[in-house]
Nanobody, 121 residues
Framework: QVQVEESGGGSVQAGGSLKLSCTAS????????YTWYRQAPGKEREFVSRIDTYGSTTDADSVKGRFTLSQDNKKNTVYLQMDSLKPEDTGIYYCKIVTGGGSCPWGMEYWGKGTEVTISS
């Protein structure tokens, strides 16, 4: 079993920054694949950014150039640095973790409870 903990949400004005964290725990020596999603009020959940085991990232077009995803493998943590925030970035941000082998089974999917981000204009 993997626990997923997100943190770092908050309320800022447009143009500001926030840094979200997502930490996985539960297995020693397990590879984790991280993906961030968000869900705005009244809308479906959408992809934001992912990072692979090599550190390569893929971002949604809506956040390219503004959001940066990085990882600290020793801490089993990824960080989503969000700059130049816009009101349309408002929503609940969720971290999804998929196990990728090592000491853990492949392909098990776990979601965090989400962290709320509110951007005011």
């Amino acid at each position: 079993q993997v626990q997923v903990e997100e943190s770092g949400g908050g309320s800022v004005q447009a143009g500001g920054s926030l840094k979200l964290s997502c930490t996985a725990s539960g297995y020693t020596s397990c590879q984790y694949h991280y993906t961030w999603y968000r869900q705005a009020p009244g809308k479906e959940r959408e992809f934001v950014s992912r990072i692979d085991t090599y550190g390569s990232t893929t971002d949604a077009d809506s956040v390219k150039g503004r959001f940066t995803l990085s990882q600290d493998n020793k801490k089993n943590t990824v960080y989503l640095q969000m700059d130049s925030l816009k009101p349309e970035d408002t929503g609940i941000y969720y971290c999804k973790i998929v196990t990728g082998g090592g000491s853990c089974p492949w392909g098990m999917e776990y979601w965090g409870k989400g962290t709320e981000v509110t951007i005011s204009s």
